[in-house]
């Protein structure tokens, strides 16, 4: 009886801290509700009460600027046509522009997206064409203003000092908001359509076709620049394409379940949720009412706040239906936003932190071992340090080894270094 007892109390003490957590679950999503008012729902009270079951609602707001705005028609468009432009300032020694482009979804259906192209203004002196480089930044976000082509004109972009170390290398530097019109943070296809398409879009800012390209990105640029070569072969096999290196890549939702649910990590899986649901909106009807709020909280905010909202130890499997993990509709995506099931025909450059308990690497290794197994020529460096050390410890192997693929020096074969 004794044991019956003290497992019941266990019962319970394991219930109360369930509902504790639910509860906090409950009064975060209904404090960033309120406190977002001007940018979310028409009647954010009514919605927190009574979540509306249209996936449209979950969406982005809209800035209001009619230059996003794709014209009739543009759907018969090849991908990468541009649609509108737009001169901006960025920054001091650079030319900018930015170029609304034709694109793809995660379902093959045609989008509108933008890219941010700058231009040293001092001459190429290195031989052939002016190098380009697809820099894309850890967006991790889900609001409008937080993509780089809001960010970059108005000084508050959070990897311009990256953007400015390539540019003072001599190279163009194509700046995409890969995660497309809908912010679909972590959606694997989109991000790599909308990074080809923007490069593509690139030429009509005087970039030559024949330029070799490089594609960089840590974290969650790190999707979109390992997708994007993966992707390439098929979908852009125009681009010359020198080489590809990435660091820190979520590549499987698998070991996210593990790693971030109910982590301190825990808010940037819940976002990377949401933003797969607006490319799969089937997932909508996996979310119960207090995952459907979160949401709703959720739908303009960037890192910064999504980073933060981690603390609340969110659990997805409290905020879904019964057994979503292994529900038929999320398998189903999380197979197909898997990355390395196709193999890139460039070279590839991961790092990764060996100490990086967010993004651990076991994802990095087993997209080694997947594409070295198809014939590709993956370089894997094991660096010290965390998901944030790991970044500016493995940053300057990879330019350097990127700006060797630039310039034409060879490579090929599979290594891992652990530094």
Same mark, same amino acid.
């Given at each position: 009886?004794?044991?019956?007892?003290?497992?019941?109390?266990?019962?319970?003490?394991?219930?109360?801290?369930?509902?504790?957590?639910?509860?906090?679950?409950?009064?975060?999503?209904?404090?960033?509700?309120?406190?977002?008012?001007?940018?979310?729902?028409?009647?954010?009270?009514?919605?927190?009460?009574?979540?509306?079951?249209?996936?449209?609602?979950?969406?982005?707001?809209?800035?209001?600027?009619?230059?996003?705005?794709?014209?009739?028609?543009?759907?018969?468009?090849?991908?990468?046509?541009?649609?509108?432009?737009?001169?901006?300032?960025?920054?001091?020694?650079?030319?900018?522009?930015?170029?609304?482009?034709?694109?793809?979804?995660?379902?093959?259906?045609?989008?509108?997206?933008?890219?941010?192209?700058?231009?040293?203004?001092?001459?190429?002196?290195?031989?052939?064409?002016?190098?380009?480089?697809?820099?894309?930044?850890?967006?991790?976000?889900?609001?409008?203003?937080?993509?780089?082509?809001?960010?970059?004109?108005?000084?508050?972009?959070?990897?311009?000092?990256?953007?400015?170390?390539?540019?003072?290398?001599?190279?163009?530097?194509?700046? =995409?908001?890969?995660? $497309?019109? +809908?912010?679909?943070? !972590? &959606? /694997?296809?989109? @991000?790599?359509? =909308?990074?080809?398409? $923007?490069? +593509?879009?690139?030429? !009509? &800012? /005087?970039?030559? @076709?024949?330029?070799?390209?490089?594609?960089?990105?840590?974290?969650?640029?790190?999707?979109?620049?390992?997708?994007?070569?993966?992707?390439?072969?098929?979908?852009?096999?125009?681009?010359?394409?020198?080489?590809?290196?990435?660091?820190?890549?979520?590549?499987?939702?698998?070991?996210?379940?593990?790693?971030?649910?109910?982590?301190?990590?825990?808010?940037?899986?819940?976002?990377?949720?949401?933003?797969?649901?607006?490319?799969?909106?089937?997932?909508?009807?996996?979310?119960?009412?207090?995952?459907?709020?979160?949401?709703?909280?959720?739908?303009?905010?960037?890192?910064?706040?999504?980073?933060?909202?981690?603390?609340?130890?969110?659990?997805?499997?409290?905020?879904?239906?019964?057994?979503?993990?292994?529900?038929?509709?999320?398998?189903?995506?999380?197979?197909?936003?898997?990355?390395?099931?196709?193999?890139?025909?460039?070279?590839?450059?991961?790092?990764?932190?060996?100490?990086?308990?967010?993004?651990?690497?076991?994802?990095?290794?087993?997209?080694?071992?997947?594409?070295?197994?198809?014939?590709?020529?993956?370089?894997?460096?094991?660096?010290?340090?965390?998901?944030?050390?790991?970044?500016?410890?493995?940053?300057?192997?990879?330019?350097?080894?990127?700006?060797?693929?630039?310039?034409?020096?060879?490579?090929?074969?599979?290594?891992?270094?652990?530094?």
């Amino acid at each position: 009886m004794g044991g019956g007892l003290l497992r019941r109390r266990g019962v319970r003490k394991q219930q109360g801290g369930e509902s504790m957590r639910k509860a906090l679950v409950l009064a975060g999503a209904a404090a960033l509700m309120l406190s977002f008012t001007g940018s979310a729902q028409a009647d954010p009270l009514q919605d927190f009460i009574s979540p509306p079951s249209d996936p449209a609602a979950y969406l982005p707001t809209s800035l209001g600027d009619p230059w996003f705005d794709p014209p009739a028609g543009y759907e018969s468009l090849q991908p990468g046509t541009v649609l509108n432009r737009r001169d901006v300032a960025v920054t001091p020694g650079a030319s900018s522009v930015q170029l609304l482009f034709r694109s793809t979804d995660s379902k093959n259906m045609p989008i509108a997206a933008t890219t941010t192209v700058l231009t040293p203004n001092a001459p190429w002196t290195g031989g052939g064409d002016r190098p380009v480089i697809a820099y894309n930044e850890a967006t991790d976000s889900l609001g409008n203003t937080c993509a780089p082509s809001y960010t970059l004109p108005r000084g508050n972009n959070k990897e311009i000092d990256q953007v400015r170390i390539l540019l003072d290398r001599g190279y163009t530097v194509v700046v =995409t908001d890969y995660q $497309g019109p +809908r912010q679909a943070y !972590s &959606a /694997g296809l989109v @991000s790599g359509h =909308t990074v080809l398409d $923007g490069l +593509r879009a690139s030429r !009509s &800012a /005087g970039v030559s @076709s024949d330029a070799p390209i490089g594609i960089t990105g840590y974290s969650g640029g790190a999707i979109a620049s390992g997708w994007a070569a993966q992707l390439a072969p098929e979908y852009a096999p125009e681009l010359n394409i020198a080489g590809v290196a990435f660091g820190g890549p979520p590549t499987d939702y698998k070991i996210l379940q593990t790693s971030l649910n109910g982590q301190i990590g825990s808010g940037l899986f819940t976002a990377a949720t949401i933003g797969l649901s607006r490319e799969y909106p089937e997932m909508r009807q996996l979310a119960n009412d207090n995952g459907k709020r979160l949401a709703l909280a959720q739908k303009d905010q960037c890192v910064d706040v999504l980073s933060y909202t981690g603390l609340l130890l969110l659990d997805q499997r409290n905020l879904s239906v019964p057994g979503v993990f292994e529900h038929p509709i999320t398998r189903a995506i999380v197979e197909e936003n898997r990355m390395g099931q196709t193999k890139p025909e460039a070279p590839v450059y991961i790092y990764q932190g060996l100490q990086d308990f967010l993004i651990p690497k076991e994802g990095a290794e087993a997209v080694q071992d997947q594409w070295c197994a198809a014939g590709a020529s993956v370089h894997l460096e094991l660096v010290p340090g965390d998901h944030t050390l790991a970044q500016s410890n493995g940053r300057p192997g990879a330019y350097d080894w990127l700006a060797q693929r630039l310039a034409g020096v060879p490579t090929s074969g599979c290594e891992r270094v652990v530094r």
